[in-house]
């Protein structure tokens, strides 16, 4: 079957950007906003306007008065929608019957207006005062016998004042209990970039991109996820810097880019090539490359020093700055080529130009995603990008570094000021000693412990400051049962999501302001400050009219639900809500970092947190960065010994969600129209397997140590012949978190092997072909 003939599958012929960019936003804008209101874009990401609640890749010093794109534009809109869910709503629709509809159609129905409680008796949400609300939730926090028993979620769209504030009063309160967004995406850089360089954090600033002579990308789909990046990328491109493409799909966005920044390049202008070399490496194959990389550069090293010339190694930075080199040699020494390629699904030839391409370049940035840390070794594969650029001293110096593409807009700023569930003693002794607290000490719980005590009945109580916890978590089975079982549930959203509709005996629903409105307190109209993937701390306002006037700030309801749950706390909520400033003094008075916090943070585009890796500054007990020896090279996950002809699969983001967020059903880059039931496979493995292009078929988890009482199977996929490596397939998140088990995680960092799911694929029970596509609900484009 020819690719055109399957209904909604096709081919995506141009490039990525272009003019289809800039059609997407006008559908966006026209489905969703009123004309008065999409002037607001034209503050997105401006010195007085407010941080774009997309991604986190910063904004420029300089330059460009227009910083949004497409992706920017969709998360706007669909903030800042006129449609809205009101209490008639709940009257009309019972949680049961919301319940059928899917994640797109919750969202769809727009912004909450109104904080509801469920009912258990009518299966409905009712509206409730916000006093009301605070005092239930005040009551069931306090009821429990033990502040462990509570868990509190945070996504990583909070502000630095709403995420300190929140884990203020949870310390108060008496937990380490942190899940967040963290620990589904970046923990193995968390956890290891501080065993190699004593940071947890990206080292280079966006000018360091106009300095590199070379750029490896390994795992991640600018395109989609970060597109403003693109701009970045090009202007590489367009100096002559090689680009370096290490990614099992060929995403569009890495292959080529017509900026639509640009009159000429829209117009007559050709697209610019982005990646200068490909390398199609196998799901799960990075550690086994970047061996291979380093184990080529050990060769060069060793022929050119033999032949009388100096190595390519960086050996002053090596004696002087680092410990482990010779660990790492001997790894690599005993790690052979044969595995080597046959993990990776590279050759040794290949593997060596890329090597002769990082030896050539003076100054080198690595960035990576998702590619990388959802892995069952997620923290080695990190640990062995930072040995490849450590091995030519590739960091603390203009134009070379290691940069995570951070995913929530204020994620890397929510940890900064203390969400975390394992705080540094210093952190909590600062806490003691500016607020007269006594901090908890005992480690708390990441997002997998907190469902599995949620799911054993350890954890009571549940508050979620943003995000849709059990759509995100793997094994929804597990965690949708752990959210039914609890006393309490508080949800502080702006849409109503799937999360929502798990309610227990006691769940509230209350509804937020967004980065795009208005907040005014008693000391007048607030900013908010975030912190974007390279450490530049900046200011955000909001501009809109509320949603709705009920509608009270993130930090407002964290400050309500504080005083209702702790009478006699140590803190005066109400002076921290009436002026935001005074939040950012206190985490000036916790975070050294923060010095002149407020001073600094009116300067337009804000300031920079020190790095201290980036000026050659080893946090590390040894006062060293280190080689981190990985002692295997195969991330891939682990199958049932009896499973036979596995492939394995990474769950991605299309271009049209945001997360569990579904603005609509395209995936423009990948030829996708008006669905999302798709697996995209080789079609060389499709054969092996007597399949072909547009059949249906069934996808069985068949991981080791995955204890579900139920086979793990999603039906009636449509197969989707793709460029892709070989064993290699790929289905969007979340419809295939069924087939990620909760077991099945990065030891290390606690991070979900999202990215490496050993499965087998069947034509599906009741045979077929694709038929028909659900064109009406592609909102955006
Ligand atoms: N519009 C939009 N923007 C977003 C988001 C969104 O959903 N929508 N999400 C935000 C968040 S929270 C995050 S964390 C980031 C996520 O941004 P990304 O990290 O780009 O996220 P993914 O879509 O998961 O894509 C990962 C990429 O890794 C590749 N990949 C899969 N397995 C492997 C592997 O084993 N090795 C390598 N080298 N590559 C592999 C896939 O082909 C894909 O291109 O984006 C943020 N920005
Ligand atoms: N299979 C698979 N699963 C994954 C991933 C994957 O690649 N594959 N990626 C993982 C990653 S990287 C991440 S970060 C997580 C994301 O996990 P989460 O951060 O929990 O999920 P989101 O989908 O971003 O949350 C969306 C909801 O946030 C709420 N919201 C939006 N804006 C605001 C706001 O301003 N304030 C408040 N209070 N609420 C708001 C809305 O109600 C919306 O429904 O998912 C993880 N899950
Ligand atoms: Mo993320």
Not at 16 to 40: D, F, H, N, P, Y
Not at 168 to 186: A, I, K, Q, W
Not at 356 to 381: D, E, L, S, W
């Amino acid at each position: 079957m020819s690719k055109k003939d399957v209904p909604g599958i096709g081919e995506y012929g141009g490039p990525a950007g272009g003019w289809g960019a800039l059609q997407a936003v006008a559908k966006a804008l026209r489905g969703e906003m009123s004309t008065r209101r999409t002037t607001i874009l034209m503050q997105v990401n401006q010195p007085e306007g407010f941080d774009c609640p997309g991604c986190a890749w910063p904004d420029p010093r300089e330059g460009s008065s227009f910083e949004f794109c497409e992706n920017g534009a969709k998360a706007v809109s669909w903030e800042a929608t006129n449609k809205r869910v009101t209490p008639e709503f709940f009257a009309k629709h019972s949680v049961s019957e919301l319940w059928g509809r899917d994640d797109f159609q919750l969202e769809w129905e727009g912004r909450l207006t109104h904080p509801m409680a469920y009912n258990p008796d009518t299966d409905h949400y009712e509206p409730v005062s916000w006093d009301e609300a605070f005092r239930r939730i005040g009551a069931g926090l306090r009821a429990l016998p033990d502040p462990n028993m509570a868990e509190f979620y945070a996504s990583g769209r909070a502000s630095n004042e709403a995420a300190f504030l929140y884990q203020l009063f949870v310390r108060e309160y008496g937990t380490n209990n942190f899940p967040d967004c963290s620990n589904m995406c970046h923990e193995a850089t968390s956890v290891g970039l501080p065993q190699a360089i004593g940071v947890g954090k990206g080292t280079v600033t966006l000018e360091d991109f106009d300095h590199c002579d070379a750029i490896f990308s390994f795992g991640h789909n600018p395109g989609t996820n970060h597109p403003r990046m693109l701009g970045t990328l090009r202007a590489a491109s367009l100096r002559g810097a090689p680009i370096v493409v290490f990614n099992p799909l060929k995403e569009r966005s890495l292959e080529r880019f017509k900026s639509p920044q640009h009159a000429l390049e829209m117009t007559v202008g050709k697209a610019v090539p982005i990646a200068s070399h490909y390398y199609q490496l196998k799901i799960g194959g990075d550690a086994a490359a970047l061996k291979g990389m380093m184990k080529a550069l050990l060769a060069m090293d060793a022929a050119l020093r033999a032949g009388g010339a100096g190595g390519l190694l960086d050996r002053d930075f090596i004696d002087e700055h680092t410990l482990g080199f010779a660990e790492l040699v001997a790894d690599l020494d005993a790690t052979s080529w044969e595995e080597i390629e046959q993990v990776a699904g590279l050759s040794r030839a290949s593997l060596e130009e890329a090597a002769g391409i990082y030896a050539k370049a003076k100054r080198v940035i690595v960035c990576y995603g998702m590619g990388i840390t959802q892995h069952r070794h997620g923290t080695g594969n990190v640990q062995q990008l930072m040995n490849l650029l450590l091995l030519r001293g590739n960091i603390g110096r203009e134009g070379a570094g290691i940069c995570p593409l951070r995913g929530h807009s204020n994620v890397q700023g929510d940890r900064t000021v203390g969400i975390t569930e394992i705080p540094s003693q210093g952190f909590l002794n600062a806490l003691e000693r500016v607020f007269g607290i006594k901090a908890p000490r005992d480690k708390g719980h990441g997002a997998v412990e907190a469902i599995e005590a949620m799911h054993a009945g350890r954890a009571r109580a549940l508050v979620c400051l943003g995000g849709n916890l059990p759509l995100a978590m793997p094994d929804p089975q597990v965690c949708f049962e752990a959210m039914r079982r609890l006393d309490l549930s508080v949800h502080i959203a702006t849409k109503l999501n799937r999360s929502h509709l798990m309610v227990c005996k006691n769940t509230l629903l209350l509804p937020c302001l967004g980065r795009t409105e208005l907040d005014v307190q008693a000391g007048g109209p607030q900013s908010v400050t975030v912190e974007d993937s390279m450490s530049m701390v900046h200011a955000s306002r909001g501009t809109l009219q509320p949603a709705s006037p009920l509608l009270k700030s993130e930090p407002a309801i964290v400050a309500g639900i504080a005083k209702a749950t702790l009478p006699d706390s140590k803190i005066d909520w109400d002076a921290f809500i009436a002026d935001y400033n005074r939040i950012r003094n206190a985490i000036e008075a916790v975070f050294p970092d923060f010095d002149d916090y407020n001073e600094r943070v009116r300067v337009p585009r804000g300031f920079r947190l020190d790095s201290p890796a980036a000026r050659r500054e080893w946090r590390t007990p040894s006062g060293k960065a280190h080689f981190i020896v990985f002692d295997s090279q195969d991330e891939r996950p682990l199958a049932r010994p009896d499973a036979r002809d596995v492939l394995v699969l990474a769950t991605v983001r299309s271009h049209d969600q945001y997360n569990t967020t579904i603005y609509g059903k395209n995936d423009r880059y990948r030829g996708i129209t008006g669905r999302r039931d798709v697996i995209f496979a080789n079609a060389a493995d499709l054969a092996e397997r007597g399949l072909e292009h547009g059949d249906l078929v069934d996808i069985e988890a068949v991981a080791a140590h995955d204890n579900a009482s139920e086979p793990r199977i999603v039906r009636n996929f449509v197969a989707v012949a793709f460029d892709i490596a070989r064993g290699s397939v790929a289905a969007y998140y979340p419809e295939a978190n069924a087939l990620v088990a909760l077991a099945n995680f990065d030891r290390r960092s606690g991070t979900p092997s999202y990215k490496s799911v050993p499965v087998v694929l069947r034509r599906a029970a009741g045979g077929g072909k694709a038929s028909h596509v659900d064109r009406e609900e592609d909102a955006a484009a």
